[in-house]
């Protein structure tokens, strides 16, 4: 194994502790399936089982999710290292939650397949001591999500919204919707969502174009 294969492993989301002899003998073990999807390419569909961890080695991915009543889609932008919804492997809901979608030509993947992946957790103690860290994480940062205080004002109500909808309030984001159904979910008028965002459009925080809020970079509205 070269020093850049191995160093672009543990640069990976559930690698990072593994030693030299580890990662030889993982590779050795586990079939490693590299991937260089097109742009725009589906690496995985809502509602479809999860049958593999899916890492992102280089590149740019798309997640985009819909409102259960088709009211809005969140699109969110997120650059590698990543590892697609490791919490859908196992449980008894092992469905991807979002359509992922390459962003550019350059994306490379690592897949595992969930047999591999089952074997490398009762084999390698850092990957799984990693794998169990993912899971609780996302599990402290829903319920952590319940107990934020209420928001006092139409813009906390705003960010609120995409907090409770995004995977982290951080990055490139892309909120599809029309202003009635926004103020319907923001309990509020179409005149006043109309105010707000093009007062957050003048702050320079997000940008309008019909029917989409594009917002470059979510934590600056916090």
């Known amino acids: 194994m070269t020093d850049e294969y191995f160093h672009r492993l543990i640069a990976l989301p ?5 030693t030299r002899e580890d990662a030889l003998t993982m590779a050795g073990r586990a079939r490693f399936d590299f991937r ?5 390419a589906l690496l995985a569909r809502e509602g479809e089982e999860c049958r593999a961890l899916i890492f992102v080695i280089q590149g740019q991915i798309r997640m985009q999710e819909r409102a259960a009543d088709g009211s809005f889609t969140l699109e969110e932008y997120v650059n590698a290292p990543i590892v697609l919804q490791p ?9 991807y939650s979002k359509d992922i979608y390459a962003e550019g030509d350059d994306v490379q993947l690592l897949v595992v397949s969930k047999q591999d992946v089952r074997d490398i957790l009762f084999s390698y103690t850092a990957f799984h001591l990693n794998y169990l860290n993912c899971v609780c994480s996302c599990q402290q940062l829903l319920l952590q999500r319940l107990w934020m205080p209420e928001p006092k004002n139409l813009r906390q109500r705003f960010i609120a919204f995409l907090r409770q909808h995004a995977d982290q309030m951080r990055g490139h984001k ?9 103020a319907a979910h ?5 005149l006043n969502v109309s105010r707000l965002l093009h007062e957050l459009e003048d702050e320079g925080l997000i940008a309008l174009q019909r029917g989409v809020i594009d ?3 979510a934590q600056q509205l916090i």
Do not use: K
């Open 14 to 18: 559930l690698f990072q502790g593994l």
């Open 87 to 95: 919490e859908r492997l196992f449980g008894r809901r092992n469905r």
């Open 36 to 40: 260089r999807p097109r742009h725009g």
């Open 186 to 190: 923001l309990l509020t008028t179409r």
């Open 215 to 217: 917002i470059p970079a």
């Open 174 to 182: 892309r909120l599809i919707v029309g202003m009635n159904e926004l």
